[in-house]
């Protein structure tokens, strides 16, 4: 086979072009699962925050605040 050297090389060239493009820029829906990841954090961490603020001390901390507010 006579090919071309400088058409091989394109060839090749081309083909690493792409390649290279597809590994740099391949993070398609990357961003909707990072907003995923950190709205699935912000529900843990509600939840987290409504069994500690319903428990009785922190109640009974938060009730005292509120009544020392309206008091002075």
């Known amino acids: 086979m006579d ?6 090389l394109a060839g090749i060239q081309s083909r ?3 390649m290279i493009s597809r ?3 391949d993070d398609e ?5 990072e907003y995923a990841i950190v709205i699935m ?3 843990a961490l509600a939840g987290v ?3 500690v603020v319903q428990s ?3 109640s009974s901390i938060i009730e005292d605040l509120v009544v ?3 008091t002075v």
């Not at 090919?3 to 091989?8: A, C, E, L, S, W």
Request: glycine share 14%; net charge positive; proline share 3%.
């Open 49 to 51: 925050l409504v069994v």
């Open 68 to 70: 020392g507010a309206f």
């Open 3 to 8: 090919r071309n050297p400088g058409t091989v």
């Open 56 to 58: 009785g001390a922190v």
């Open 41 to 43: 954090a912000a529900v």
């Open 29 to 33: 829906g990357a961003e909707t699962a």
């Open 16 to 18: 690493a072009r792409r």
């Open 23 to 25: 590994i740099t820029h």
